[in-house]
């Protein structure tokens, strides 16, 4: 590459970000960001990298959508026999970060995962359009396949399957939820002065903090 990486830069002016701004409540502040972000980031707002490990201490992340966010916690929706859902069954800790650039924002959030229940999974799965309903029965995900026509061929079988039907949710595809015990919001500001507030979940209260940038 002849591109000179260390020019690309921008220095970041939108909001600050003061503890009394920020509250004693992270789910409320998300929730606000969140919003924000649905208005002013047009292009999916929702996604944010998931972080997961494996059984060999391996970090791994890729994008996914956020689907809700409720008293138990954030939850996403994928097939159980994926990559990323072997890893949460070897080890169920995981974090989520959301990027909104255009206003300078990030939230990283840290806990521990688990299975929606099967309901949650079923009645979200219905919600779906049919093309994504019958792609989640189609792909085997993350197994290796010959070439683009054999997920196409199995995709076209199964819309003959259930043509004319409902498109039942798979046994192996469903939703999970982490639920927090760490939070940061990071807020960008002029001259790399970012601010940095933190939650730590401590009982049924949230601890919150100033980190450096």
């Given at each position: 590459?002849n591109r000179?990486?260390?020019?690309?830069?921008?220095?970041?002016?939108?909001d600050?970000?003061?503890?009394?701004?920020?509250?004693?409540?992270?789910?409320a502040?998300?929730?606000?960001?969140?919003?924000?972000a649905?208005d002013?980031?047009?292009d999916?707002?929702?996604?944010?990298?998931?972080?997961t490990v494996?059984?060999?201490?391996?970090?791994?992340?890729?994008v996914?959508l956020?689907k809700?966010?409720?008293?138990l916690?954030?939850?996403?929706f994928?097939?159980y026999?994926?990559?990323?859902?072997?890893?949460?069954m070897?080890?169920?800790?995981?974090?989520m970060t959301?990027?909104?650039?255009?206003?300078?924002?990030?939230?990283r959030?840290?806990?521990?995962i688990?299975?929606?229940?099967r309901?949650v999974?079923?009645?979200y799965?219905?919600?779906r359009p049919?093309?994504s309903?019958l792609?989640a029965?189609?792909?085997?995900?993350?197994?290796v396949?010959?070439n683009?026509?054999?997920?196409?061929?199995?995709?076209?079988n199964e819309?003959?399957?259930?043509?004319d039907?409902n498109?039942p949710?798979?046994?192996?595809w469903g939703?999970?939820?982490?639920?927090p015990?760490?939070?940061e919001?990071w807020?960008?500001?002029?001259s790399r002065l970012?601010?940095r507030?933190?939650?730590t979940?401590k009982?049924d209260?949230?601890?919150r903090?100033r980190?450096?940038?």
């Open positions: 590459m000179d990486l260390h020019s690309i830069r921008r220095d970041y002016q939108f600050d970000l003061l503890e009394d701004q920020a509250g004693n409540d992270p789910l502040l998300f929730d606000t960001w969140l919003a924000k649905i002013a980031c047009p999916d707002p929702t996604a944010m990298t998931l972080s494996d059984s060999g201490g391996r970090p791994h992340a890729r996914v956020l809700q966010r409720n008293e916690g954030f939850s996403f994928t097939n026999d994926s990559e990323k859902g072997q890893q949460l070897q080890n169920n800790q995981a974090c959301f990027f909104w650039p255009a206003l300078s924002r990030q939230i959030i840290e806990g521990t688990e299975k929606v229940a309901d999974s079923e009645t799965f219905a919600s049919r093309g309903q792609a029965r189609t792909s085997q995900q993350s197994t396949i010959d683009r026509g054999v997920l196409q061929k199995a995709f076209e819309e003959l399957t259930f043509e039907q498109v949710c798979p046994d192996n939703g999970y939820v982490l639920k015990t760490f939070i919001f807020q960008g500001r002029p970012h601010d507030i933190c939650f979940q009982d209260d949230w601890l903090a980190k450096a940038p």
